[in-house]
Antibody, heavy 114, light 107 residues
């Protein structure tokens, strides 16, 4: 059974950093691209970033480009999202997903507030 | 970026109704459209993939269709468990883009 379990969310001040993790199981992690998708409170879904099988290619949404970094550790079957220079508009539930988005984690809430 | 214009934003429905939600793509995305159901506090659940294919475990009252750049999700004989938010997604090219969502509410 495919499982994706996010962790690392919480309350953070504007301008600070936070790193999210997503532990994957039930499939061969290195065989799949992986992605982060977020959802601000009471809003729609927004794709954040994707990463290729070995991590050599990464893709970012315009709203996070230059501030967020997606990475992966295939030996640990874990996906990461390093978030720097956080803003209030980054407040959202962050989901780890396996493209083409058949599988999603339960989400982790990031709140950016002073 | 490809825009997915989703309508309606909300619908007031009755149990047993047939419900259709539509997304219009701003450019050709082929068959690369998914539909998701999302209930409060839960992760999205893929219902339809590649525009017309029913995902595993999804009831047959759900169906997906395509007419040109218009993609539709239809729920026949709506049941109470179908009351949720629904989202479309195109993943033909980067960046993947979602529609703005449709909220189904009971009359």
């Amino acid at each position: 059974e495919v499982q994706l379990v996010e962790s690392g969310g919480g309350l953070v001040q504007p301008g600070r950093s936070m790193k999210l993790s997503c532990a994957a199981s039930g499939f061969t992690f290195s065989d799949y691209y992986m992605a982060w998708v977020r959802q601000a409170p009471k809003k729609g879904l927004e794709w954040v970033a994707s990463i290729s099988y070995e991590g050599s290619s990464t893709y970012y949404g315009d709203s996070v480009k230059g501030r967020f970094t997606i990475s992966r550790d295939n030996a640990k079957s874990t996906l990461y999202l390093q978030m720097n220079s956080l803003r209030s508009e980054d407040t959202a539930t962050y989901y780890c997903a396996r493209p083409p988005f058949a599988y999603w984690g339960q989400g982790t809430l990031v709140t950016v507030s002073s | 970026d490809i825009q997915m214009t989703q309508s309606p934003s909300s619908m007031s429905v009755s149990l047993g109704d047939t419900v259709t939600i539509t997304c219009r793509a701003s450019q050709d995305v082929g068959i690369y459209v998914n539909w998701f159901q999302q209930k409060p506090g839960k992760s999205p659940r893929r219902m339809i993939y590649r525009a017309t294919n029913l995902a595993d475990g999804v009831p047959s009252r759900f169906s997906g269709s395509r007419s040109g750049s218009d993609y539709s999700l239809t729920i026949s004989s709506l049941e109470s468990e179908d009351v949720a938010d629904y989202h479309c997604l195109q993943y033909d090219e980067y960046p993947p883009t979602f529609g703005s969502g449709t909220k189904l509410e009971i009359k």
